[in-house]
Every structure is written in C-alpha cells, then in structure tokens.
C-alpha cells in the first residue's frame, strides 16, 4: 500500500512540461507565438519524423503548413489520412479527405 502511493504521488508530480515537444502539440507551436515560425516549423518536422505513426503529430504539422500556405501541406495531410485510415479513425478520415 505505501508503494502504490509513493507511485501516484510521484505520478501527480511529474510535470508535463518534461514529456517530449511532439506529445503537447501547444509546446511545439510556442516558438511560433514568440515570432520564430522556422523553429516551431522544424519542431513539428522532426516530430513526424521521428513519430511517423502518430497522426497527432502529422495532424499539427499539416496544419501548421497549411496556415502558412506551404505547399507541402497536401502531402502531409494524405500522409495523415492513410494513417487515420489504418488506424479506423472513419470521422477524422472523413474530416482530411473533405480538407485535401
């Protein structure tokens, strides 16, 4: 018992500042609210790739993207919607492919 609650304390603890840049979308874009779009850019960049399977990641990057008018959003968001695909995600699916 005095185990389990040193684990869920140290678990409340944990601050979610220190989980990696690609689990919290917000914390990637924050260079980009300091005026720094490149950094926040390579930020979400090198999420997808080091994620390739996380469509929260591609989902932001796409968006990112698509906000500056960079041509490259297209891909990435047909990227997101194979994933969402493989994944059953039908509704957000549906979603990408009326985006595209």
Not at 75 to 85: F, K, N
């Amino acid at each position: 018992m005095k185990l389990w609650s040193i684990v869920v304390t140290a678990g409340c603890l944990f601050p979610i500042s220190v989980l990696p840049a690609w689990q919290n979308p917000a914390q990637m874009r924050q260079p980009e609210s300091a005026g720094d779009a490149n950094e926040a850019r390579g930020m979400l960049a090198s999420a997808v790739q080091k994620n390739p399977g996380s469509a929260a990641a591609l989902r932001s990057y796409a968006e990112f993207l698509e906000q500056y008018g960079q041509p490259e959003a297209r891909a990435v968001y047909a990227q997101l919607l194979a994933q969402l695909r493989r994944a059953g995600g039908a509704a957000e699916a549906a979603e990408i492919a009326h985006r595209l």
